[in-house]
C-alpha cells in the first residue's frame, strides 16, 4: 500500500541556516508522482512542487532544492539559508492507486527563529 | 476569482445540527477534492468529483457527510447531525484536469473553513 512518513515532526533552527526536512514514501507504482506542499499559520497549503519518478535529477529553486533518490525511496527537501518567512508545516504527499486521491504525510513543523 | 475560495471560514455549531460548507474552485478546473485535516495531522481525502460527476465517496466518514457539485463549478460539503468528532479543517481543492497515470496536476488549495463542534 502507499504510505508517506516524514519522520520529523517539528524542527527548530535559528534563521539563515540550513535545513533539510525528509520524507520517506512506499508505493506499489513504478511511475509516480510526489509532491511538496507547505502550509503557513493561515492554513492554505501552497503547491511547491511535483517530480515525476523518471527524473531522478535534483531540482533546485532560489533557496529551496529537492533531492530524489528512487533506490531509498526519499524526496528530501532542503532549504538554504532559512528565513523567518520560512516557518510553516511542511507535507509531503503521493498519489494513491487510483491516481488522484493524495496519501499525505503527517507533515514537519518548521521553525525559523530570528 | 484567482484562487479556491471556501466559505464560511470559520463555523462553530452545536452537537445534532446540520452545516453546509461552500467551495469556489478556480474557474473551468475539471477536478474538485474535499479533505478533512484534523490538528497536527495531513489532511485526509474525503471526495472528488470530475466536472458534476462525484467518482469516489470513498473518504466520506459516515452518511451524515454529503457533497455535491450540481453543475461543475461550486460545491458543497453538507454534515447532518454534526458529531464532536467533525470538529476539523475541511479543505477543498481543485485541478485543471482529471489526474491520469501519465500525468498527475497539482491541486490548489483554499484557505479551509474550521468547524467547531460544541
Known amino acids: 500500500a502507499q504510505k508517506v512518513t516524514q519522520a520529523q515532526t517539528e524542527i527548530s533552527v535559528v534563521e539563515k541556516e540550513d535545513v533539510t526536512l525528509d520524507c520517506v514514501y512506499e508505493?506499489?507504482?513504478?511511475?509516480?508522482?510526489l509532491f511538496w506542499y507547505k502550509q503557513p499559520p493561515s492554513g492554505e497549503l501552497v503547491f511547491l512542487i511535483r517530480r515525476n519518478s523518471f527524473d531522478e535529477q535534483n531540482e533546485i529553486s532560489g533557496r529551496y532544492s529537492w533531492n530524489f533518490q528512487k533506490s531509498t525511496s526519499s524526496f528530501n527537501f532542503t532549504i538554504t539559508a532559512s528565513q523567518v518567512v520560512d516557518s510553516a508545516v511542511y507535507f509531503c504527499?503521493?498519489?494513491?492507486?487510483?491516481?488522484?486521491?493524495?496519501?499525505w504525510g503527517a507533515g514537519t513543523k518548521l521553525i525559523i527563529k530570528p | 476569482g484567482a484562487g479556491v475560495s471556501q466559505s464560511p471560514r470559520y463555523k462553530v455549531a452545536k452537537r445534532g445540527q446540520d452545516v453546509a460548507l461552500r467551495c469556489d474552485p478556480i474557474s473551468g478546473h475539471v477536478s474538485l477534492f474535499w479533505y478533512q485535516q484534523a490538528l497536527g495531522q495531513g489532511p485526509e481525502f474525503l471526495t472528488y468529483?470530475?466536472?458534476?460527476?462525484?467518482?469516489?465517496k470513498s473518504g466520506l466518514p459516515s452518511d451524515r457527510f454529503f457533497a455535491e457539485r450540481p453543475e461543475g463549478s461550486v460545491s458543497t460539503l453538507k454534515i447532518q447531525r454534526t458529531q464532536q468528532e467533525d470538529s476539523a479543517v475541511y479543505l477543498c481543492?481543485?485541478?485543471?484536469?482529471?489526474?491520469?497515470?501519465?500525468?498527475?496536476?497539482?491541486?490548489?488549495f483554499g484557505p479551509g473553513t474550521r468547524l467547531t463542534v460544541l
Open positions: 504527499a503521493l498519489p494513491m492507486d487510483s491516481n488522484y486521491q493524495l496519501i
Open positions: 468529483f470530475q466536472n458534476e460527476a462525484q467518482l469516489d
Open positions: 481543492a481543485s485541478s485543471l484536469a482529471r489526474p491520469s497515470g501519465i500525468s498527475h496536476n497539482e491541486q490548489f
Open positions: 508505493t506499489r507504482d513504478t511511475t509516480y508522482y
